[in-house]
């Protein structure tokens, strides 16, 4: 009971509507331009992505995914044609950094993640959308990673 008194008068303060409060009252606060992303972190992290053309951070690997997520993105960037060549995956949870890193440092909370040139496409539930609606097809074709046809023309006149 003795500490009633001296915090009675700040919580009055506190609760009482906006509107009575002066808005000078409280200064502004800086809101921060980056977030708790190490500038080595997000070194690593953009070296990462431009590693190569098509780039998903998941849990586990291509051969043995640690998450059913994980996994359906693997088929779904299999079902597009993805060549393998054109493509990596970074294992998050070899490495605590990175898996809280690139959550930072795409704004995106969940893992898989999947880059495409370098470009944030988006995790999971985005990849089956696209890949529902077609637009992923068409977003990899634009961008030249799928596998070629056999027998199709490489642009130079060769088969």
């Known amino acids: 009971m003795l500490l009633r008194p001296a915090l009675s008068a700040p919580f009055r303060l506190s609760t009482r509507p906006l509107s009575k409060t002066p808005l000078l009252a409280f200064p502004a606060l800086p809101i921060p331009s980056a977030r708790l992303l190490s500038t080595s972190t997000r070194a690593a992290i953009t070296k990462a992505v431009s590693s190569a053309p098509v780039v998903l951070f998941m849990?586990?690997?291509?051969?043995?995914?640690?998450?059913?997520?994980?996994?359906?993105?693997?088929?779904?960037?299999?079902?597009?044609?993805?060549?393998?060549?054109?493509?990596?995956?970074?294992?998050?949870?070899?490495?605590?950094?990175l898996r809280q890193g690139i959550k930072e440092y795409s704004d995106w909370p969940t893992i898989p993640q999947l880059y495409?040139?370098?470009?944030?496409?988006?995790?999971?539930?985005?990849?089956?959308?696209?890949?529902?609606?077609?637009?992923?097809?068409?977003?990899?074709?634009?961008?030249?990673?799928?596998?070629?046809?056999?027998?199709?023309?490489?642009?130079?006149?060769?088969?």
């Open 116 to 159: 495409v040139e370098k470009e944030f496409v988006g995790g999971c539930d985005i990849l089956m959308s696209m890949h529902q609606s077609g637009e992923l097809g068409k977003l990899l074709e634009e961008k030249g990673v799928l596998v070629e046809a056999e027998g199709e023309d490489d642009g130079e006149g060769k088969v």
């Open 59 to 97: 849990k586990g690997t291509p051969e043995t995914p640690q998450c059913g997520f994980s996994r359906a993105s693997i088929q779904i960037l299999g079902l597009q044609g993805v060549d393998p060549a054109k493509f990596t995956a970074f294992n998050v949870l070899e490495d605590e950094e």
